[in-house]
């Protein structure tokens, strides 16, 4: 190929920076697109205002009955959402990846169900190259809450997390680490083939389409559509394209490629959470942290009550007031006043809930996105669950006051989900689409079921084992693109 490229990966997230990062140091040609801007370790400050234009993406919504909503937080900026994340790195759990082999019948490729101990050779890279540590130096605000766990028959763990020695617990993770010791695909990955010059990165590239072809073999992907930040269009050939742009974001785009499969934006999963903030009479300094550095495990599982417990934290100030509600509905007037005053007396919780995957995100007749959320009994009654447990362990360590979040996804997982069975699935195991050949999906809409835990090492171990397929199918690949 004389003017294209091996692989155009779309979106430089979890997914997509890992897939670009191992591909181009492989030595192959690699294209990233990126819709957001480079930002590093030096334009990194704690502004909430500011970073929150220049990171993320705008914040999105979906209805709920009873005329609440679900507000959806995700990055768009070079490194996606690991540029902003927390940063905790957990392996999923045996129960969550058996899960994926009921839900499209996705196997390992050796006819037996795909099991967590497939994902396990890829985490350990992703693991190893991020520096992946243990985070026990718990400060003050993890050891006022932990109380309220051992009252109520449960407890806090260290988590595990890619941040290196380099962290300050600065706590200001959600506006791009200024340290550098946070790790994001674009501090790692990306950072590391670019100096190499190995790497072709183009920011403010908004993808529009795939390209596909009719071949004597079907469909076939052969490049991407962009737009650059003047509104100029281009095209790209490549021999593979892999979307990577966000479970949010691949459907849609595959959508607007002419992609028909009935599952494409289906069983979506929200991971739904929400912050659960207890009033204590002594400052925390809850902002001031490595934002969680401890979890309570004990309700993993279904059987157990399908719920996770992070600690502790605050938001920054503005997402702090504009969110504080409690059972009287959100605060207001000098109520909101008076309980913003105590900012540094806060320590939160943050309560995360296993879900089944009954959201959509499709495009309307006029090709703007609906993203739509169906809540079943049983996830809503372990959403309750989850706040009450909240609630009760911040009163039992001593809090005088309790305020919580409407729900928030960070985690959404799914729409392109891999399996066998083209019927319930997007893409194969191997992350091909059914429909076309040469297009690929790397990132969070591959999961076929959300997980109990927070999936960003899953991506990243999901990516890199597409990279090294995608290495296997280059090497026997002889045709010219
Ligand atoms: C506040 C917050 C905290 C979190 N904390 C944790 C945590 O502690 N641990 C954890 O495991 N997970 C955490 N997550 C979730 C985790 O970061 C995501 O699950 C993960 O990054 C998803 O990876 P991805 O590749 O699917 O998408 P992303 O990382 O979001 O990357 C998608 C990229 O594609 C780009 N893009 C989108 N559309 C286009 C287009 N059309 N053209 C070009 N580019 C496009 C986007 O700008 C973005 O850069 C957190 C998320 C948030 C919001
Ligand atoms: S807490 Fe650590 S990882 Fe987060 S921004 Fe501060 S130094 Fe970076």
Redesign the pocket.
Known sequence: MKDGFDVVVVGSGAGGGVVAGELAQGGYRVLLLEVGRHLTTQDFRRWEAKATHDLFWPLRFAPLPDGDVVTFLAARCVGGTTTINT?VALRAHEEDVAKWHLATGLTNGAGRPFARADLDPYYARVEDLLGVRERSDWQKCIYTVRPGFRALGADLEPVHSY?DAE???????LQG???G??KSTMNTYIAWALARGLLDLRTSAQVERVLIEDTAAGPQAVGVEYADAAGARHRVRARYVVAAAGALNTPQLLLRSGLRNGALGRHVGLHPARLVYGLFDEPQDAHRV??ISAHCMKFQRDADGGFVVEAATVMDPIAFATTLRDEHGPLWGARLVEAVRAYRRYAGVLAMVNDENNASVQLDAGGAERIAVDLQPSELARIAAARQFSHDVLRAAGARQVYWTGLISTHVQGGCRMGDDPARSVVDRRGEAHEVKRLFVGDASLLPRTLSVNPSLTVMALATRLAEHLVTEMSEDLSPA
Do not use: L, V
């Not at 962290?167 to 993770?173: D, T």
């Open positions: 940063k941040t962290c300050q617990s600065y706590g200001s993770c680490c200024p340290t010791g946070g490595y934002p």
